[in-house]
């Protein structure tokens, strides 16, 4: 069972930590001040403009009082009257028929209760608080929010591989909090001790490393995009947008890799057997490449090359630590699978009718499409506030299915998190929507999505079988596309009504797209004829190098994968030893 850490988590402390909720009073009081202050000596110019700055009460003579007035502004109808015969700004007894030159009528509750001119002085008084005032709040209630998310996470049985990932959120932080922008500045002299960089280049002063290491503490636990973290680090203006954004990428995978480890660390002291193990990202280097190669270590021991306990090498690294574990409690964990799909289709937002079965028998790419269509036709999922609301507990209840079934046919979970999590993610389904759907959201088959890794071909049938069991399932063959990329896509279809997506490949091909095969995809979309900057030479280099890429890994495939594929001779003996009746067929 693997748990892949996207997310981040919180630092330890009361469950609303006193230091946050400190930090947030003092912040509002500050600004609650500012605004007194400017309010009084707004007040205080307006008021000695009319000569009542002191507010002191006047003589009758003063105001030119008159104890029986006959017209309309006599005393009982105005706001410094005081019943029965007194009166906020004049002295004496004050008779309510009376009249004073300072009159001003009483209005109804729901209009201005005062002059009109202190509406103005409130509006001038009550300005926009300050970024850094905003940023301090922000930091507060993040800090706060991350207190109690711990307190909450610690208290998660250690044992339940599920809480793996969620306790890893919690360590993330505590390591960004505790040793954040360790390296910035630094390197390891000769004798193996770090030391400040002797370059003034390079070099930061303490209170630059504080900075930098509180910006990464709230980066890793609100979530914050590398993009929006390098700005914030760009914005000391100690760095250049380059170094900024190394400095982002290189620290948030630290911590985040860090806290898989210690969670990791805490499972096993727990009792569970955990193994680690290196994920390629994008455009590996050699050494990665090595490090990934070494499989399932134990997690005391370094990856080999120099690489560490864990991701990342190098600045901008892009791998990830991977968490396996072997749970001896699986019938609890389908106990608990299937509570959780029950309860979701008894729920108020279930779909009407929803059964759980295989809608393709023969899975068939076109049929596939069309139940999908027909379930996105009468989904209620079909705005963006909706699908952002339900994708997490619905990539919950996915990945809880998903581990169960990943343990009974020997697959490999591997799963990202849903995609509307990051504003780019929902920037994509957005973009898909539009550009694939006619801006039909509820077509949109990713939002929560896992992939499963097999080891043979067959098993992806097994664990389509039983997916089936949780879920209605709409499945394709295994499809290679025109670079030979190969994988097969199964749409699942949730209790609400949301359409996810589970695909199934070979680590061969997994490892082919992380090392370079994805890259060269979004090249292929950035220069085709409908993208972003067309080039047909460069679509067509790119093109070219994909196929380099996964043909290595086609070549490498075993008679029972390439007839998987349609890669395979079939009148071979090796056809015929699978059961083939000879002939030929398709080949791509």
């Keep these: 069972m693997r748990f892949t850490k996207r997310g981040a988590g919180g630092s330890r402390g009361l469950p609303f930590d006193d230091a946050a909720a400190t930090r947030l009073y003092n912040t509002l009081r500050r600004q609650l001040a500012h605004w007194q202050r400017r309010l009084l000596h707004n007040l205080h110019n307006e008021w000695a403009k009319r000569d009542i700055a002191k507010i002191e009460q006047l003589w009758p003579d003063d105001v030119h009082y008159d104890n029986n007035w006959i017209g309309p502004e006599q005393c009982h109808a105005c706001v410094m009257f005081v019943p029965p015969h007194a009166c906020k700004l004049v002295k004496g007894t004050i008779w309510c028929y009376g009249h004073c030159d300072r009159f001003y009528p009483k209005v109804a509750k729901a209009q201005t209760p005062l002059w009109p001119w202190i509406d103005d002085v409130i509006d001038d008084s009550i300005d926009e608080p300050s970024q850094s005032s905003m940023r301090d709040v922000a930091g507060a209630l993040a800090d706060a929010y991350a207190g109690a998310r711990a307190t909450t996470i610690r208290e998660l049985d250690p044992y ?10 919690s360590e993330a932080i505590d390591y960004a909090a505790a040793r954040g922008a360790e390296m910035v500045g630094r390197r390891y002299d000769a004798d193996g001790n770090l030391v400040d960089h002797p370059s003034a280049d390079w070099a930061i002063t303490d209170t630059m490393r504080d900075v930098l290491r509180n910006e990464i503490r709230v980066a890793v636990g609100t979530h914050m995009d590398v993009d929006k973290l390098a700005d914030h680090i760009a914005d000391t203006g100690a760095f250049s947008d380059y170094r900024a954004e190394m400095i982002a990428r290189t620290e948030v995978s630290m911590a985040q890799n860090q806290g898989i480890l ?12 955990v193994k680690k193990v290196w994920t390629l990202g994008d455009n590996p280097c050699p050494l990665c ?94 705005t963006l506030t909706r699908v952002m609301a339900a994708a997490p507990e619905d990539q919950r209840l996915l990945v809880k299915v998903g581990d169960v079934v990943a343990n009974d046919v020997g697959a490999v979970v ?50 389509i079988k039983e997916l089936s069991q949780y ?24 209790p ?22 994805h890259k060269q995809f979004k090249i292929m979309q950035d220069s085709a004829k409908a993208g972003a900057h067309p080039d047909k030479a460069r679509w067509q280099a790119a093109f070219k190098a994909s196929r380099a890429i996964y043909d290595k890994v086609i070549d490498s495939y075993s008679d029972e994968w ?25 080949n791509i």
């Excluded at 879920?471 to 949730?494: C, G, I, M, Q």
Aim: net charge negative; aromatic share 4%; charged share 30%.
């Design 289 to 382: 490449e090595d490090a990934a190669a070494e499989g399932q270590i134990d997690l005391d021991e370094d990856f080999g090359g120099d690489a560490g306990d864990a991701p990342p090498l190098h600045p901008n690294c892009e791998c990830t630590l991977d968490l396996i574990t072997d749970s001896e409690d699986r019938d609890t964990d389908r106990d608990e699978a299937e509570e959780a799909v029950d309860d979701a289709i008894d729920s108020d937002d279930a779909v009407e009718g929803y059964e759980p079965g295989d809608k393709t028998p023969t899975p068939d790419i076109k049929l596939r499409q069309q139940v999908v269509q027909d379930w996105a036709d009468v989904s209620p999922i079909t």
């Design 414 to 463: 591997k799963q990202g998190g849903h995609k509307v999590q990051t504003r780019k993610g929902i920037d994509r389904v957005l973009e898909k929507a539009a550009e694939k759907y006619h801006g039909q959201i509820s077509r949109v088959t990713d939002v929560a999505r896992m992939t499963l890794i097999v080891q043979r071909p067959q098993q992806a049938d097994e664990a």
């Design 562 to 586: 390439k007839a998987a594929l349609g890669r395979i001779d079939y009148s071979t003996p090796e056809w015929k030893a699978l059961g083939g009746s000879g002939g030929s067929g398709p």
């Design 262 to 273: 210690e969670a990791g660390r805490q499972a096993q002291a727990a009792g569970l057997d």
């Design 471 to 494: 879920f209605e399932v709409a499945s394709e063959p295994w499809k290679p596309t025109d670079v030979h990329y190969a994988d097969r896509a199964v749409n699942l279809r949730l």
């Design 496 to 517: 609400d009504g949301l359409v996810a997506e589970v695909q199934f490949m070979d680590q061969r091909m997994a490892d082919a797209k992380a090392v370079g095969g």
């Design 160 to 169: 339940k591989p599920g809480a793996i990932s969620i306790r890893s959120q």
